[in-house]
Structure formats: C-alpha cells, structure tokens
C-alpha cells in the first residue's frame, strides 16, 4: 500500500480485492485502463470535499509510478530516537508534532543522510543508527513546484546522556522525551505521516 499526503487529506494506493472501511468521507475507485494517473494530484488538490481517496489497482507499484510522474521528487531521511529509557523524541514545529528529517544530499547514502540530519537538528552526536522502519510521503509547494517528499525513516538509538539543542532555523519550536502516554496524547497533534511511522514500527 502507497500513502500520499496532502496536509491532512490522502490519496492510498492499494491491492485490488482489499477490504473496503466505507467511510463517509472516503471516495473508492477502481483504475480504469484509460485512466491518466499523472493528473490525479492536481485534481485532489483541488477536491477540497474529499478527505481519503482509495485507488484499487492490481498494479500498486505502477499505478503510484504513474501518481507521481508530474511532480518533483525530493528524498529526505530521519530517524525515531529512543534514550536508554525508551522514551521517544518528538518536535514541536509548524504546528505539529514532528520527528527530525532532511533533505539527502549529492553523494550521500540514505542511512548517511538520517544520521546526518538527525545529528544536526538535536546537537546529539551519540546516536546509533538502526533498521530502517518505512517511507512515508506527502506534498507541498516550493517556488512554483508541485513536489513529492519521499522521506525514508530509520530507528535510531541515543547512547549517551547529551541534552537537546534543537535546530531553531528549522522552524523547531521545542522537543519532548515522550513515554507510553504522553507519545499516545501528542500523536494525535502529529503529521499524520509521523502516526504512519508510529504504526509501521509497532
């Protein structure tokens, strides 16, 4: 299954024969073969009254190929930090919770990038770099583009007892150390693309 995010609304891609929820606000569509995939953002875009549409293809991988095709493509990395307590790092920035990522740069490998980014927007450097969890994408517009986010996530381990320093030209507000409870309450004011991650790694 594909999840493709436009703010809080969303386009998935998924099996043909996969179980329908029949949700009020969710449209479900079987992929005809004259369909032209390409033009569906924009559409969605636009169709501001529908909040999940579901497309039913027997080709998911082709059929988000397609989805995608029109916009422009920028990879970033990040990582779900637990501290040897287990409690996880969330940020507080533009409105939402959030989990620190970037942009990978010319040359660098995914895991590379992760590390990176994560290093420079908490100032930890004992971190330790685990599995890879999911990928999670979504849009937004940059200087008259229509771009795709495709952000690769990583477990990550914090090893030593350092204190955050969070990136403020990130726009990153502030960040929490959340248990059980507390990450349960401050995910419902995440990205929803962060909740994917949440539930990926269970």
Not at 37 to 56: H, N, R, Y
Not at 95 to 114: F, I, N, R, S, Y
Not at 130 to 139: D, L
């Amino acid at each position: 299954m594909y999840k493709l995010y436009f703010g809080n609304r969303s386009i998935c891609v998924v099996p043909s024969g996969t179980a329908e929820d029949q949700l009020s606000d969710t449209v479900y569509y079987d992929v005809q073969p004259s369909d032209d995939l390409s033009q569906l953002p924009v559409w969605f875009e636009k169709a501001g009254d529908i909040t999940s549409l579901v497309i039913k293809t027997d080709d998911p991988d082709g059929a988000f190929s397609k989805i995608i095709s029109s916009l422009k493509v920028e990879v970033a990395a990040g990582g779900m930090i637990r501290n040897r307590c287990g409690k996880v790092l969330l940020f507080w920035r533009r409105g939402a919770w959030d989990m620190p990522k970037g942009h990978q740069e010319p040359g660098e490998t995914l895991e590379q990038c992760a590390l990176r980014e994560v290093q420079e927007e908490t100032g930890l450097k004992g971190i330790e770099l685990g599995e890879p969890i999911c990928i999670t994408y979504h849009t937004y517009h940059n200087k008259g583009n229509f771009v795709l986010k495709e952000a690769h996530w990583y477990k990550m381990k914090l090893t030593s007892r350092e204190k955050v320093r969070v990136q403020e030209e990130e726009d990153i507000e502030k960040a929490v150390w959340c248990g059980p409870w507390r990450l349960k309450r401050l995910l419902k004011s995440a990205y929803p693309s962060i909740r994917d991650v949440f539930a990926a790694e269970q």
